[in-house]
């Protein structure tokens, strides 16, 4: 069974960093690509970056310069690192495979972030 456990969100002030983690489990992790999306209320789930199996990363314009994307096939795990948060990245990160958009049906429960003041 696929399934997806993110972690690290919270709330930070415009500017600040935050580092998400997830974990990943019922599939051979080192052999997909892998991405965040998010989704802000109100609007369609979004992707932000994905990373391949070789570690090539992709940003959407949105985010680039501010966030990374980094894998560890051990471990089983992707993380992103947020840097210099603004209020338009407030929504819930989620993970999954990516092969053009997500792979699995499947999702976590995300993590909330909220850049707020």
């Known amino acids: 069974q696929v399934q997806f456990v993110e972690s690290g969100g919270g709330l930070v002030q415009p500017g600040g960093s935050l580092r998400l983690s997830c974990v990943v489990s019922g599939f051979i992790f080192s052999t997909y690509h892998m991405g965040w999306y998010r989704q802000a209320p109100g609007q369609q789930r979004e992707w932000v970056a994905h990373i391949t199996r070789d570690s090539r990363t992709m940003y959407s314009d949105a985010v680039k310069g501010r966030f990374t994307i980094s894998r560890d096939n051990t471990e089983r795990m992707v993380y992103l690192q947020m840097n210099s948060l603004k209020p338009d990245d407030t929504a819930v990160y989620y993970c999954?495979?990516?092969?053009?958009?997500?792979?699995?049906?499947?999702w976590g429960q995300g993590t909330q972030v909220t850049v707020s003041s």
């Open positions: 999954n495979a990516y092969e053009g958009g997500p792979v699995f049906p499947s």
